[in-house]
Antibody, heavy 118, light 107 residues
Framework: QVQLVESGGGVVQPGRSLRLSCAAS????????MHWVRQAPGKGLEWVAV????????YYADSVKGRFTISRDNSKNTLYLQMNTLTAEDTAVYYC???????????WGQGTLVTVSS | DIQLTQSPSFLSASVGDRVTITCRAS??????LAWYQQKPGKAPELLIY???TLQSGVPSRFSGSGSGTEFTLTISSLQPEDFATYYC?????????FGGGTKVEIK
């Protein structure tokens, strides 16, 4: 069965960095584009970034462009999100999700909480 | 960027009610729209893709319609397990965007 398991969340000070990981299993990871989506406490969903199946194409939300980097290692079936220069507005649960060819995200991880606070 | 406006943002309904949620896009997105259901403390789940195609395993009381700039999600007969927050998402162009959400609560 398809599984996506995020890790790497925690409490971090403003201005610092954090790297999230998403371990995928149960499907051919290298065949799918992958997304990061976040949700601030009590708020709606916010799309963060996407990476194509081969890592050749990446797109970002304006709110994270230049600070966050999405990447993947298909040999390890793992998706990453490098987050730099974090601010309190980045506090959220971060989900990784599998895209099914412009149809939407059909599998999601359980999420990992990132709290940016001094 | 394409903005998605969902209405209403909150609705109170009873079991058995027919419920309709609207999602309007700031520009045409063809049928590149998905609907998700999210329950508290859980990840979203895909309900509808390509505006009107039911995701495998989703009950047939859920349906989607629309194209271009106006879309609807309909629940034909609300069940207790349907009380949740619903989001639309456009996949027409980057950056992808979500609607603000519609919280469906028990009347």
């Amino acid at each position: 069965q398809v599984q996506l398991v995020e890790s790497g969340g925690g409490v971090v000070q403003p201005g610092r960095s954090l790297r999230l990981s998403c371990a995928a299993s149960g499907f051919t990871f290298s065949s799918y584009a992958m997304h990061w989506v976040r949700q601030a406490p009590g708020k709606g969903l916010e799309w963060v970034a996407v990476i194509s199946n081969d890592g050749g194409n990446k797109y970002y939300a304006d709110s994270v462009k230049g600070r966050f980097t999405i990447s993947r290692d298909n040999s390890k079936n793992t998706l990453y999100l490098q987050m730099n220069t974090l601010t309190a507005e980045d506090t959220a649960v971060y989900y990784c999700a599998r895209e099914r060819e412009t149809e939407g995200c059909d599998y999601w991880g359980q999420g990992t909480l990132v709290t940016v606070s001094s | 960027d394409i903005q998605l406006t969902q209405s209403p943002s909150f609705l109170s309904a009873s079991v058995g009610d027919r419920v309709t949620i609207t999602c309007r896009a700031s520009q045409g997105i063809s049928s590149y729209l998905a609907w998700y259901q999210q329950k508290p403390g859980k990840a979203p789940e895909l309900l509808i893709y390509a505006a009107s195609t039911l995701q495998s395993g989703v009950p047939s009381r859920f349906s989607g319609s629309g194209s271009g700039t106006e879309f609807t999600l309909t629940i034909s007969s609300l069940q207790p397990e349907d009380f949740a927050t619903y989001y639309c998402q456009q996949l027409n162009s980057y950056p992808l965007t979500f609607g603000g959400g519609t919280k469906v609560e028990i009347k």
